[in-house]
């Protein structure tokens, strides 16, 4: 979702390098996952200083494409990232139950954006300034919207003079610390 000032560049859907055979099946959510079904999804960023002899162009392209190899790597241990919530219902006895399909998804999205700001203009301000929330491809996503969006989101947004990479990730699937822990993996 684009916000004044920010322009997407690219978006693309990263799935593990080697699939695990568990990913074929079914992944039920427990009860205390499905009370998460109408809060946000978890969002955090981290914020980067470019070097001073950043090659937008050329370093840029290389930087991304070692974020998807990395993804694509981290995404082998915590696959159900890369899935897509669905909805069995079932007639008789009436159930519904929602569970995270690995088969019928794209991936994870990695999301390339820019903005013509300063990391200044943005850690100058006393609160944080709106335009952060375009920040995370996710904002505002309430995690029953799994069924549609991906379950995990990275956006790298390049700033004049830094890069920040926002990550949204439906709460459903993971927790504070278990986020962590793949963002930890990932890097």
Known sequence: MSSPGIQHISQCFIK?????????????????????????????????????????????????????????LALDHFYPLAGRLATLKQENPPIYSIYVDCNNSPGASLVHASLNSTIDDILSQIDVPEIVQSFFDHDRAINHDGHTRPLLTIQVTELIDGIFIGCSANHMIVDGTSYWHFFNTWS
């Open 16 to 72: 593990p390098k080697n699939t695990p055979e568990e990913a074929k099946q079914p992944i039920y959510l427990s009860q205390w996952d499905l009370a998460m079904v109408c809060v946000n999804y978890i969002q955090k960023g981290l914020l980067f200083a470019k070097p001073p002899a950043f090659d937008r162009e050329n370093q840029m392209k290389d930087l991304l494409e070692k974020l998807k190899d990395s993804l694509a």
